[in-house]
């Protein structure tokens, strides 16, 4: 099966400028994650969807941080402003809703790192 | 609050020695627990969960819920397993994967 898809692979932008990245989950999974996972560090949760609504996304700075999934599939993460601190990897997860009875992994794209100088 | 935890940031074993990579937990309910790896150049993928009892790679996991481990261990380490391996726990109502820091494990020839 096709994989979890993201765009771009890499980006570098300048402080205070606004990025947006993409994801395309595996056809048929309702479940989509965005993490953030800095150098050193585990993948870090920034929003959960279940279909198109948000199930978690407790640890979104709502203030720069914006995610959409309109239409229950592609998803799109936004950063405006963006800072310096904000350079990491951001991946991109799918899995099949929970208590489907199938197996619920987490399945993940190949990330989109960015740069902010 | 749930939470992972991986003692050690690098393991360096010699080829053919066994190796165990450490996870603790808190979680107040039953999780589900995984092992993601990470090999370079490549997307994180799962290695092996609590729930499946498989082995994968040579690689076993058991969780002990009275020590809320899930340490992961490989009797004869290959230099192919060196990778970035991180210990994940999923909350028993769908909640997100939460990761551990992750540890490096490099097998040396």
């Known amino acids: 099966e096709a994989g979890v898809a993201q765009s771009p692979r890499y980006k570098i932008i300048e402080k205070r400028q606004s990025v947006a990245f993409w994801c395309n989950p595996i056809?048929?999974?309702?479940?989509l994650y965005w993490y953030q996972q800095i150098l050193g560090q585990g993948p870090k949760l920034l929003i959960q969807?279940?279909?198109?609504?948000?199930?978690?996304d407790s640890q979104l700075p709502k203030d720069r941080f914006s995610a959409e999934r309109l239409k229950g599939v592609d998803s799109t993460l936004k950063i405006q402003p963006a800072k310096l601190e904000d350079s990491a990897v951001y991946l991109c997860?799918?899995?099949?809703?929970?208590?489907?009875?199938?197996?619920?992994?987490?399945?993940f794209g190949q990330g989109t790192r960015l740069t902010v100088v | 609050a749930q939470r992972v935890t991986q003692p050690e940031k690098l393991l360096s074993v010699f080829k053919g020695a066994p190796v165990e990579l450490k996870c603790n937990y808190s979680?107040?309910?039953?999780?589900?627990l995984f092992w993601y790896v990470q090999y370079s150049r490549q997307r994180l993928q799962l290695l092996l969960r609590?729930?499946s009892r498989e082995s994968i790679k040579g690689f076993t996991a058991d969780l002990n819920k009275g020590e809320t481990s899930f340490h992961l261990k490989k009797p004869f380490a290959q230099e192919e397993d060196s990778a970035m391996y991180y210990c994940?726990?999923?909350?028993?109502?769908?909640?997100?994967?939460?990761f551990g820091p992750g540890t490096r494990l490099s097998v040396l020839p």
């Open positions: 994940a726990l999923r909350g028993n109502y769908g909640q997100n994967f939460v």
């Open positions: 979680y107040s309910g039953s999780p589900e």
């Open positions: 997860a799918s899995s099949l809703a929970p208590r489907t009875g199938g197996n619920t992994e987490a399945f």
């Open positions: 969807f279940q279909n198109n609504g948000v199930v978690d």
């Open positions: 609590h729930i």
């Open positions: 056809s048929g999974h309702a479940t």
